[in-house]
């Protein structure tokens, strides 16, 4: 008998959100990068999937990681921080490795200065997720988990 396998998603976290909980809590709030991979994680079992975290300062290491998901995840869930809005090499890594990918931005950036209102992640995204704070990590492991497991 073959083993059923389970579909895994990858959450991307880039720079400063190794920060989360004291980096500028009246915009990004209190929770720390650990409570946001505790609720991916349990939303991904919950949905009979799992999830494997990374979060890098460096683009290449974030890059590297989308690389290798090719062989190892299902879809992507990715707050790219700043990068989100200067990094067509993410951008070009996620529209090559041809997977599902859901933006997360746990403030509106649309609401804040205009160097944030453009992302080059979202012309390649799914679905883009902005404003619900840590909630959008949920929302996007959801949203990706409905479609890798058609339930």
């Known amino acids: 008998m073959t083993p059923v396998r389970i579909p895994s998603i990858l959450v991307v976290n880039g720079p400063n959100l ?3 909980g004291t980096r500028e809590p009246a915009v990004y709030g209190t929770a720390t990068l650990d ?42 869930v990715i707050n790219a921080g700043a990068f989100t809005h200067t990094s067509i090499a993410i951008r070009d ?13 746990i403030s509106n950036v649309h609401r804040r200065e205009d160097f944030r209102h453009h992302s080059y992640i979202s012309g ?19 949203h990706l988990a409905r479609r890798l497991t058609g339930v």
């Open 18 to 20: 190794n920060l989360l």
């Open 35 to 76: 409570d946001v991979v505790r609720l991916a994680d349990d939303t991904a079992q919950a949905a009979g999937c799992a999830t494997t975290a990374v979060q890098s300062n460096h683009e290449g290491e974030l890059i590297d990681a989308i690389h290798a998901a090719r062989t190892t995840s299902d879809g992507i």
């Open 93 to 105: 890594a996620l529209a090559g490795v041809g997977l599902p990918v859901v933006e997360v931005h």
């Open 124 to 142: 390649v995204a799914d679905a883009v997720i902005v404003g619900a704070g840590i909630d959008g990590y949920r929302l996007a492991v959801e």
